[in-house]
């Protein structure tokens, strides 16, 4: 059975900070990863998608990496700004199935 | 603008109260899903459809229904809420490419007393 697990649970950060958040699943049978973002009383907004095929993705200051033989996928928030405060979830979309498989997110809080 | 609309944004009921959250797109997306958020479980998929007619249990289905009728829509049914469903709900949708990412609504906080 596919988890995923994001570590830290919980990060603070001084602004500029260049950071990485970690996301790992334990089953290379996927066919994507996908990085949100979510603001407190608000949905999950997508940040990024990583094909299985795909190694990194990048969109601005962020940019994710996928190392599917591994089982892990990094998120790297260049430059940090304490608009970038929220809580980061990582999914990963089940091979063969119609499931997505979340992480229980990383809280990031960037101080100015 | 592009969106994922559900209602209520908040709903308190009491246990056993029939209750319909509903979900509503407007990109013409295939592809709706719903999911329940709790503290330290993350987001766990309830139902999802890949299409009008059609619909599948996700990972926890139990005391939840869903019907596709029409594609843009796909409400949230609890015949018979009891505590443990308090949860803050999500409903989803996309493309049915298995590339194509998910698009959120804002959300649903249930509260079954």
């Known amino acids: 059975k596919q988890e995923v697990t994001q570590i830290p649970a919980a990060l603070s950060v001084p602004e500029g900070e260049n950071l990485v958040l970690n996301c790992s699943f334990t089953?290379?049978?996927?066919?994507?990863l996908q990085w949100f973002r979510q603001d407190p009383g608000k949905g999950l907004t997508s940040l990024l998608l990583i094909q299985s095929s795909q190694r990194e993705q990048t969109s601005g200051r962020l940019n994710a990496s996928l190392d599917k033989s591994s089982g892990r996928s990094t998120l790297y928030i260049a430059a940090s700004q304490p608009g970038d405060s929220a809580t980061y979830l990582c999914a990963v979309r089940v091979y063969n199935t119609d499931k997505l498989i979340f992480g229980t997110g990383t809280r990031l809080q960037v101080f100015p | 603008e592009a969106q994922v609309t559900q209602n209520p944004r908040y709903l308190i009921t009491v246990t056993g109260k029939k209750l319909t959250v509903t979900c509503s797109q407007n990109m013409n997306h295939e592809y709706m899903s719903w999911y329940r958020q709790d503290p330290g479980l993350g987001l766990r998929q309830i139902y999802y459809s890949m299409n009008v007619e059609v619909t599948d249990k996700g990972d926890v289905p139990e005391g939840y229904k869903v019907s596709r009728k029409e594609k843009r829509n796909f409400p949230l049914i609890l015949e018979s809420p009891s505590p443990n469903q308090t949860s803050l709900y999500f409903c989803?949708?996309?493309?049915?490419?298995?590339?194509?990412?998910?698009?959120f609504g804002n959300g649903t906080r249930l509260t079954v007393t």
């Open positions: 089953d290379s049978a996927i066919y994507n």
């Open positions: 989803a949708s996309s493309w049915t490419g298995k590339n194509s990412p998910l698009h």
